[in-house]
């Protein structure tokens, strides 16, 4: 168990622990704009379809 406290002490003093956290906020940043960016390109792409669709003529 002392080890363990001593390991965490020593992250939590060093540059490591700030710097994976960083790197994590950005990772969520760009996991979002990612994903703002597909649903706006998905509406535009159903848009599209949708319109191809009106323009087909109806099969008998």
């Given at each position: 168990m002392k080890t363990?406290?001593?390991k965490m002490r020593s992250f939590l003093r060093s540059e490591d622990g700030p710097t994976v956290t960083e790197?994590?906020?950005m990772l969520a940043l760009i996991i979002?704009?990612?994903m703002a960016t597909i649903m706006l390109i998905g509406?535009?792409?159903k848009?599209?379809?949708t319109n191809i669709e009106g323009g087909l003529p109806t099969g008998s």
């Amino acid at each position: 168990m002392k080890t363990l406290v001593k390991k965490m002490r020593s992250f939590l003093r060093s540059e490591d622990g700030p710097t994976v956290t960083e790197y994590a906020v950005m990772l969520a940043l760009i996991i979002l704009i990612c994903m703002a960016t597909i649903m706006l390109i998905g509406n535009k792409v159903k848009s599209v379809f949708t319109n191809i669709e009106g323009g087909l003529p109806t099969g008998s």
